[in-house]
């Protein structure tokens, strides 16, 4: 039997009835689609897409700014409380400390060995002994073939650069000062050179930067870290001159005063 087919109307007068133009079967279906349609579809579904993609980075980029920077505080915290218990709480040597130091001055990796103060960045960190990804991960850290803090040679230091820790290296100029902090001694430092170089020129980490056969006859510190931010292809580098040291039991130096 063939469907039944009614006719909508509606009234204009009492013996006036007007059919609508089209009749409507109790079997039709949906409407098909028009390519129109598809291609709007498609377009809402790409956009979609899109904006669900960047959530997902904005919060990835959150989290790389402000998500590591609270997880490497919480690990410099327990660092700096490592180096209170090694050196004595007074910072006078005649106080014993708490912890255990590493025998024959010798600190293993991953050891809290100093302090690193850039007045200019308003930033501080707990530096470790070793530069492997494993050492470096929460902290900066002390190539050990280089010179110690204070000595003859180069104290050679390499961190990430990432918004807790290297991030603003790149704003040192020329004058700026660095403070290391050891057990017994305040060493500050004056930046001289701010350059970029190649992965490859590991002569910046030299007792006498850039030329490894000399020796040396002046105390330097040299920071290292990637270049550009969010990449790795060149390192920047920043090399300062030992300026003056003071006894850490006579308090700040002048460079943290302010």
Not at 19 to 42: F, Y
Not at 94 to 103: C, K, R
Not at 157 to 176: C, T
Request: proline content about 10%.
């Amino acid at each position: 039997m063939p469907p039944t087919t009614y006719y909508a109307s509606r009234r204009i007068g009492d013996d006036d009835p007007e059919p609508v133009s089209a009749p409507v079967s109790e079997t039709a279906g949906p409407p098909a689609r028009t390519r129109g349609d598809v291609v709007r579809t498609g377009v809402r579904t790409l956009g979609e897409l899109l904006i669900t993609a960047g959530l997902v980075l904005l919060l990835f980029a959150a989290y790389e700014i402000w998500g590591k920077a609270v997880i490497v505080q919480q690990h410099q915290n327990d660092l700096d409380k490592q180096l209170a218990q090694i050196w004595g709480d007074s910072g006078d040597p005649s106080h014993g400390p708490t912890t255990a130091a590493p025998s024959a001055g010798k600190a293993p990796p991953g050891w809290a060995i100093a302090r690193l103060y850039i007045p200019k960045l308003k930033k501080h960190w707990v530096v470790v002994e070793g530069v492997s990804l494993a050492d470096i991960k929460w902290a900066p850290g002390h190539y050990p073939k280089s010179a110690k803090p204070g000595e003859l040679g180069n104290f050679a230091v390499a961190g990430h650069r990432s918004p807790a820790i290297f991030w603003d290296l790149d704003k040192m100029n020329v004058g700026d000062e660095i403070v290391v902090e050891t057990q017994t001694t305040f060493y500050t430092y004056r930046v001289t050179t701010r350059k970029i170089v190649k992965p490859t020129d590991v002569n910046v980490v030299a007792p006498v930067p850039g030329h490894p056969n000399e020796k040396p006859d002046t105390a330097m510190l040299t920071i290292t870290t990637c270049d550009p931010k969010w990449d790795n292809y060149h390192r920047l580098i920043v090399h300062a001159v030992l300026k003056g040291s003071s006894p850490r039991k006579d308090g700040l130096p002048e460079a943290l005063r302010s």
